[in-house]
């Protein structure tokens, strides 16, 4: 793809300016936005410590890889949309007598309309094989085909089928037929799952300029230079309203449809659609392509924020025709930015008061016996003891500092669920004095895996702390939820 600026492709710098301070001013935290209209680059940004290189967790944007995986089976003539799951997995249907998910189809699958009617907890399960838990595990059904329910596990047992019926990854197949032949770059990757199979469903890693190929290359309608790589009616149903989101008065960005694991949105078009905010929207009228990659989990209007604001700031503003170049915002586009960090105060009083003191806690969910908060210049830590041992979190006040290893120990790696000793997350640090008698810590997991831990210290003048931590993360910190009471 090429790059111009902004104002050549009809697009006003100042307006692309105005969106990057809504979701700045919002306390977003971003990893990178691109914007593109037609071929051309007209704006990519990486707040630090991110970049082009990065691979990127996808989350659920993983879903639409597999869609198009799935239409290149189809297309190699490995099934159809129209097969049934009994047919496709006989062995692991062979004693499951419920007739409505023997006869659920690709069909169903590709539309969230599967006789799933309840959340499948894998991550808990602890099953060898996440596809034979898949059909084994759910007790609650519904008639396939007829209403969409939010059903993760069976995009992941689609891309599953289309590595049974290749013989390889998923991903590996999307390279001989796809990636290679529009620049996808050669790291990219998918984590696994138990059982081997491809975590398809959450765990695509590649760059944001990846995804702006793949959604140039869907947007595109499957062809690529000229050349239909893909059979142009499965794009177009894979990206058409093809069953009501709208069932319960969804308000805003997902109540327009969905296609093949691939959601619409405002002004007839459409997205592909990750937790924490992992974006690619595709505006077909007006030629337009967003990428957006940050880590938002917990933060209920995100999505909104980014998505709406984008068409009411950027696309309905943009012309067909070249504009005057706004020199002064294209120079405000070209500072670096970075990771948002806590917000407040640097220092307080009460820095002086509690630094170096060790505060013994009660009983608490954490199981935190004791901590100590150190404090230096613009830096701090805060020590502390749990069920694994002693621990450092350290932090910069109103600054990140950028860390190799958040101090938990055996999260999961390369294979969801399964703990992995002696394994370390990398994550960012700062720190805020929100009031003079709380410190606000922020720890952003930045790694295969994102998180958000917020832990609130409230002091007070008897030598007393009250400890608030709350995580935000898919299968982990869950030994930082809760509320602890200590004294000095």
């Not at 959450?202 to 690529?224: E, H, I, P, Q, Y």
């Not at 709406?308 to 696309?315: A, N």
């Not at 009031?435 to 997991?445: G, M, T």
Request: hydrophobic share 35%; proline share 3%.
């Amino acid at each position: 793809m090429n790059y111009k600026i902004p104002e050549e492709c009809g697009i006003s710098s100042a307006d692309i300016k105005d969106y990057i301070d809504c979701l700045e001013g919002c306390g977003l935290s971003t990893h990178d936005v691109i914007i593109a209209r037609g071929n051309d680059i007209v704006f990519e940004k990486y707040w630090k410590p991110f970049g082009p290189s990065f691979l990127h967790r996808m989350y659920s944007v993983s879903k639409s890889f597999v869609s198009i995986a799935v239409g290149f089976a189809v297309q190699d003539g490995f099934f159809s949309t129209d097969d049934k799951m009994i047919t496709l997995f006989p062995k692991e249907l062979e004693d499951v007598d419920n007739e409505f998910f023997r006869n659920q189809t690709v069909k169903d699958m590709l539309m969230m309309s599967t006789c799933v009617a309840g959340w499948d907890n894998w991550f808990r399960a602890n099953s060898p094989d996440r596809v034979h838990h898949y059909f084994h595990s759910i007790k609650s059904f519904k008639k396939p085909g007829k209403t969409f329910l939010y059903d993760s596990t069976g995009s992941f047992v689609l891309g599953a089928l289309v590595e049974r019926v290749t013989g390889k990854p998923f991903m590996e197949y999307l390279r001989e037929k796809l990636f290679d032949k529009i620049g996808v770059s050669k790291e990219a990757y998918c984590l696994k799952c138990p059982g081997g199979h491809s975590w398809g469903d959450s765990a695509v890693l590649c760059t944001a300029r990846d995804l702006l190929l793949f959604a140039r290359f869907v947007m595109n309608k499957g062809r690529w230079n000229g050349e239909q790589l893909l059979d142009e009616e499965y794009v177009t149903e894979a990206v058409s309203d093809l069953i009501d989101t709208d069932i319960m008065g969804t308000e805003g960005v997902a109540k327009f449809g969905y296609g093949y694991l691939i959601w619409r949105t405002y002004d007839n078009s459409f997205f592909f659609n990750g937790m924490g905010c992992q974006f690619a929207v595709c505006v077909p009228h007006k030629d337009i392509i967003l990428v957006y990659n940050g880590d938002n989990q917990g933060i209920d209007n995100a999505k909104e924020v980014i998505i709406r604001s984008f068409f009411e700031r950027i696309v309905r503003k943009t012309c067909d025709t070249p504009l005057t170049p706004d020199t002064k915002a294209i120079a405000e586009l070209e500072k670096p930015m970075e990771l948002m960090a806590a917000r407040g105060n640097a220092h307080s009083a009460y820095e002086q008061k509690v630094g170096g003191r060790t505060f013994k806690l009660e009983g608490n969910p954490m199981n935190i016996s004791e901590l100590t908060l150190h404090f230096e210049g613009d830096v701090g830590e805060m020590r502390y003891i749990n069920a694994q041992g002693n621990k450092t979190i350290r932090f910069g006040m109103l600054k990140n500092l950028y860390e190799d290893a958040f101090p938990q120990e055996g999260y999961s790696k390369e294979v969801g669920s399964v703990r992995t000793k002696g394994y370390y997350y990398r994550y960012a640090g700062s720190a805020a004095w929100t009031r003079e008698n709380s410190l606000h810590i922020k720890v952003q997991i930045i790694d295969e895996y994102f998180g958000r831990l917020d832990i609130r210290l409230l002091f007070d003048d008897n030598n007393e702390v009250c400890v608030i931590m709350k995580k935000t993360a898919e299968d982990f910190l869950e030994e930082y939820n809760g509320i602890a009471y200590g004294r000095a």
